[in-house]
């Protein structure tokens, strides 16, 4: 059994407005020393698979088709292989 | 990461502005009437400007042969969108935009970009939107892939309209192959206003400021006009550098700041418009052309989201939520001061200047000095030859459809996605907010309340893509018509219409006929049905690996309703009401949707349209609902007579009993000028006697059957069964 | 009835408010916007629908920040009466005027269509004007609807009545079907339908106009007894 | 100049519409190894501040009040000091 962490965020270049609506808010409420927000999606998905490469060849692609946008956004993961225990 | 600017000359080597759209002869032509040769930022600003999406270089000659005036039109094509008055001192601001290239790459943003792009329009006149339509197409939704699009693209316009609270009242969506690959998402926006406030979008007055409102400029979406203005290669789908982001938020501000300072600051307000497609060089060369002046910004002072953005950048990002205002000197704090009580940036970054030219610098430098002229009349138009493609210079026979049961063919026309029922996808927009909405989708038309008034609009879109595939001429004039048959239909005169003009590639010269053509048979229409075209906009390029979509211009029209009494729906109302059908039915089976069904695609000759026969039905049904003779109207469209029977017994599930002389065939013909009426026993005579002839009485209200009797062959269904039928399958075909 | 609106930057039903109480109604009615910092001398304080500051974090989860919300929650503490609609609603849970909290509707859609309402409790400030198990059918237009609280909280609410409109057939996944509930002290109500769109025979139907009736005779009753 | 990464997620005890479309969607096509969804919110803030532990006391503040839902959610965080030269 794996276990994937998957961060989904807006590119740079692509306005959030989002953050920048949590931005202003920290400022106005005297938060102000808050110099950056970024606002992403965190996922975790639990799989069975062969192997590792298995396991992370499919949370590539189910993060490149479902999980992201990939006009808008960029994703990273981290898969890793559960206790048997567990 | 400042790079080297390419110098004049490297330009003319290298050729740049090849990929923005610019021909080499176009490029020549620039440098010729400058004098020397462009910088980067003058020829990048050039391919904005000069793009179909600006310039109208091919579709110009075809646009001036709208009909556009008559005595209502308070102000044509031109502007940021048409007005009409509706009396009581009230006028109606309309307009439509596509979003098809934006939408096909992303979706989501692409179609909620395209609501916050008309909204803006609308209101850059000084009304207030009151209304959205959306006019969709797809391919079938037989692939995951459509599946998605659909859902995306329905996300994206109800979260904008929705979450910005204009309700989306009304639309359609279409469902056949020729859009597979090239969706159309089309939006129309509808605004109320006082006559006496309409705005332009002009930059008039010698050191009056040009005031920037709205989002910073990021580089989202930049030289989106001339991505717009090409066609579209599945190759190309890797190279999505153009995705803009919708503010809904951002925009409501918006929208209450800038009708706050037309209605209250009226005499330090010189113009104002959006900033669309080619973004702030567009906005702000049309507000100077308009008015004849010429300015100079600083592009140091352009709110900005990114560091280092070039001359090139900022001018040709396509960020949204932000406005162009003309401000008389001296009463710019006073404007400003508005938009700070709404958390917007507002920002002089320029000066009206008296010489015509058009000028920018940054950090001190100038980096575009040329005439405002050279941007806007001296871009060229290509007077193109049509040449009719061969397939309609000889049409396939006539199709004859099987129709050998005719309660499996109408249960088939029923399930088949553009006669379905769409609420799946509608109800997935608020279409109540503003509490005027009499009528929302679902029906003919839909129907709002004119605040302040006694009054109501009718608001519809259409497009038939399938039949400008066999006849472009007269597939225009039946659109056009078509969308007066749904006004009438619920009670309203037909004012006028604003169109989105969705073509393949105009450089094609059977692609240009069917543009030429189309226009021709709306032209017609309008003149005999007195629709005036006030506004619109041309997407051409729908083509994907050099396949075009059939010529699918999409009118959304605009009624008016004098009397809010009598507002009249499709459905039967009691039992025992009596059925009438407006105009005669023939074996008319190409082009139509039965054809598309049983064969998978439409060929053939199409039926023809008599404009005067249909000026004269719609004339009918129209003084039969104001005397109040009539208990429901549905025009005859997709599926004819016998969808629209079977859609007429849903709103209160009342069935009804028919008969008539036809083969059961043609129960499903679409020949045109056709309504289905019921008027109740007690109006008989007075509807009889001023139909005249014109309608045939074929039936009652009534049980919970729907029961037609055919020459040879019979359809007897529950009602709840084909109700049934219609509702889910939408929503099953999208699992 | 003296009713106040409060206006949030994204509120879009603040003027349908203003409307239904204002002009069909005829009571007055004033909007205030959420900079300002009281809301002395109203007897009725509406949080109107919309998407205040643009909901992108959470619906309500900015709102709850803006300077009106000490006077409301004064307001509110003093015993004011307090309607909360759709974002309204949502606004008040996540400021802890009610208990709970509104998720994403198990469509994962916005929903825009009639919804038939069973009243639940027809005792309240809110609902004098209704039959208990009578059905009223108002518009609901909202992707965050779905209520929840933790199954502590969900039986202390039923215990005590504070349940006031329950959905028919529920369409978006709310527990025990609610539609509208109460506070413990019955002074404020959040709902995710919109009583101000059912208000005129030609838009809607009128089976809203209950709601704010009910408020006028709480209020006006309330007022005479204060005398 | 810190760096704090939060996560906030709904309780184990509350149903997560969105965690449940994904994974029925999955499962429809086809990725049915998966076994578990959790859909969660991630941000990054970047504040100034005196210390680690006045940082790490806003961050806790601003979780509690704004980015989480303590009724149905709950947060985690690590904070961490940039180096000078970022
Ligand atoms: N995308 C959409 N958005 C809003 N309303 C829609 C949409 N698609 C369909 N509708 C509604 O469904 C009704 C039926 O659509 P359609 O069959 O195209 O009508 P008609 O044949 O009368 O022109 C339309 O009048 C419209 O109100
Ligand atoms: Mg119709």
């Known amino acids: 059994m794996f276990k994937a962490k998957i961060y989904v965020n807006y590119k740079p270049s692509v306005l959030d407005p989002k953050a920048q609506v949590i931005q202003n808010t920290l400022r106005r409420l005297g938060d102000d020393n808050v110099q950056d927000v970024l606002v992403g999606k965190y996922f975790e998905l639990t799989l069975a698979a062969a192997d590792q490469a298995a396991a992370e060849a499919q949370v590539a692609r189910i993060c490149d088709e479902m999980l992201a946008n990939v006009n808008t956004e960029t994703f990273r993961y981290t898969v890793e292989e559960l206790a048997v225990a567990q | 990461m400042l790079q080297t600017e390419m110098s004049p000359e490297t330009i003319k080597q290298e050729k740049p502005y090849l990929q923005w759209g610019l021909t080499e002869s176009e490029y020549d032509l620039f440098a010729e009437k400058l004098g020397r040769l462009p910088n980067l930022t003058e020829i990048g600003l050039a391919s904005g400007m000069w793009s179909e999406h600006c310039a109208y270089k091919y579709s110009k000659p075809v646009l001036k042969t709208f009909w556009t005036k008559n005595d209502r039109v308070l102000m044509g094509p031109g502007e940021g969108a048409g007005v009409i008055a509706i009396g009581e001192g009230k006028a109606v601001v309309f307009k439509a935009e596509s979003h098809n290239h934006p939408s096909a790459v992303e979706p989501y943003q692409g179609a909620a970009t395209g609501v916050g792009g008309i909204i803006r ?12 339509l959306d006019s969709l197409a797809f391919g079938y939704p037989t692939d995951p892939h459509t599946k998605q699009l659909i859902d995306q ?5 109800g979260d904008y309209g929705n979450a910005i609270g204009i309700p989306t009242v009304g639309g359609e969506t ?7 690959q090239n969706p159309l998402v089309n939006a129309m926006c509808v605004g109320v206003m006082d006559e006496s406030a309409i705005q332009r979008g002009q930059a008039a007055g010698t050191g009056n400021s040009l005031l920037y409102v709205g989002a910073k400029t990021g580089r989202d979406g930049i030289n989106g006009a001339s991505f717009a203005s090409a066609e579209f290669s599945t190759a190309e789908a890797a190279d999505r550098s153009a995705v803009q982001v919708g503010d809904p938020f951002m925009e409501k501000l918006l929208v209450d700041a800038c009708l706050e300072v037309t209605h209250q600051h009226q005499e330090a307000l010189v113009g104002m418009q959006d900033m669309g497609a080619a973004g702030l060089v567009s906005s702000t060369v049309e507000m100077a052309d308009k008015a004849g002046y010429g300015m100079v910004l600083d592009l140091d002072l352009v709110p900005q989201r990114e560091p280092g953005m070039t001359p090139f950048e900022i001018m040709l990002s396509e960020s949204q939520e932000r406005m162009m205002l003309c401000v008389k000197a001296g009463h710019e704090a006073e404007v400003e001061a508005v938009f700070k009580q709404y958390d917007l940036d507002a920002v002089v970054i320029g000066h009206v200047t008296d010489d015509g030219r058009y000028r920018l610098t940054q950090g001190g430098a100038v980096v575009c000095d040329v005439p405002v002229s050279l941007l806007t009349d001296d871009a060229p138009v290509y007077h193109q ?42 109800r997935r927009y608020d279409a109540q907010v503003q509490t005027n909405t009499i009528a929302g ?12 008034t006694h009054r109501a609009l009718a608001l519809t879109t259409d497009s038939n893509g399938r039949y400008l595939a066999l006849d472009p001429a007269i597939g225009g004039a039946i659109t056009v018509a078509e969308a007066a048959r749904n006004l009438v239909a619920v009670g309203a005169q037909p004012l006028g219409i604003t169109d989105c003009l969705n073509y393949g590639d105009p450089t094609k010269p059977e692609q240009f006929y069917s543009l030429q053509e189309s226009a021709k048979g709306i032209v017609e229409a309008t003149k005999v049905l007195n629709t005036p075209v006030i506004s619109g906009n041309v997407s051409l390029y729908n083509e994907t690996n050099g396949e075009a979509i059939a010529p699918t211009p999409m009118i959304g029209m605009v009624g008016l309703i004098e009397d809010l ?12 009401e009596l059925i009438y059908v407006i105009g005669d039915t023939a074996a008319d089976f190409n082009g139509s949707l039965l054809q598309q069904v049983q064969t998978g695609s439409v060929a053939g000759r199409l039926m023809g349209l008599d404009l005067q026969l249909e000026q004269a039905h719609q004339q009918l049904v129209l003084t039969a609902i104001r005397a109040h003779l009539i208990a429901a109207a549905h025009d005859v469209g997709d599926g004819g007579l016998g969808v629209a029977l079977a859609e007429m017994t849903f709103a209160l599930g009342i069935g009804a009993a028919v008969s008539l002389a036809l083969p059961a065939a043609q129960l499903f013909s679409e020949t045109q000028s056709r309504f289905l009426v019921t008027v109740p026993q007690s109006a008989q005579a007075a509807f009889e006697a001023l139909a005249a002839g014109m309608a045939k009485l074929i039936g009652t209200t009534g049980g919970e059957m729907l029961q037609i009797n055919a020459a040879d062959g019979r359809i007897e269904e529950p009602v709840a069964v084909l109700q049934t039928i219609w509702e889910e399958s939408l929503p099953c075909l999208l699992k | 009835m003296n009713a106040a609106v409060i206006s949030f930057p994204g509120s879009n039903c603040d003027d349908d408010l203003m409307h239904a109480i204002g002009t069909v109604l005829g009571e007055r009615v004033t909007k205030v916007a959420a900079s300002a910092t009281t809301l002395t001398g109203f007897d009725l304080v509406l949080v109107p629908g919309g998407f205040s500051y643009g909901d992108y974090l959470r619906s309500g989860a900015i709102a709850k920040f803006a300077p009106i919300m000490p006077a409301l929650k004064a307001f509110a503490a003093a015993g004011g009466y307090v309607l909360g609609i759709c974002n309204g609603f949502q606004i008040l849970t996540e400021a802890g005027l009610l208990p709970g909290a509104l998720q994403w509707n198990t469509s994962l859609q916005f929903i825009c269509e009639p919804e038939p309402l069973v009243v639940a409790n027809a005792h309240t400030a809110f609902s004098n004007r209704y039959r208990a198990g009578q059905t009223v059918t108002l518009p609901i237009a909202h992707g965050e609807g779905n209520y929840y609280a933790d199954p502590a909280t969900l039986q202390a609410i039923e215990a005590n009545g504070q349940v006031v409109f329950r959905y028919a057939h529920n369409p978006n996944g709310s527990l025990n079907d609610i539609a509208g509930l109460t506070n413990a002290a019955g002074n404020v ?27 006028k005779e709480a209020i006006e009753e309330g007022a005479y007894a204060a005398n």
Chains 1, 4 share one sequence.
């Open chain 2, 121 to 132: 329009d609308i209101f850059s006149i000084g009304a207030k939107p009151v209304a959205v």
């Open chain 2, 153 to 157: 693209v329905v996300a994206g316009i």
């Open chain 2, 174 to 180: 279409k469902f056949a192959p020729t859009y597979a």
């Open chain 2, 385 to 426: 030859v049509g040449k009719q493609p061969a397939r309609l210079a000889h049409p396939a026979a006539a199709f004859v459809p099987a129709v050998s049961d005719p309660a499996a063919t109408l249960k088939q026309l029923l399930a088949d996605p553009n006669v379905a029922a769409k609420s799946s996808l509608y």
């Open chain 2, 441 to 452: 989708p679902g029906g003919d038309a839909a129907v709002i309340r004119v605040r302040g």
């Open chain 2, 565 to 576: 009494t009598t507002v009249t729906g499709a459905g039967f109302q009691t039992a025992g």
């Open chain 3, 189 to 215: 109500l959040g709902m995710m339908p919109h009583p101000e769109r059912a208000v005129e025979q030609l838009i809607f139907g009128t089976d809203g106009l209950g709601v704010f009736e009910s408020l």
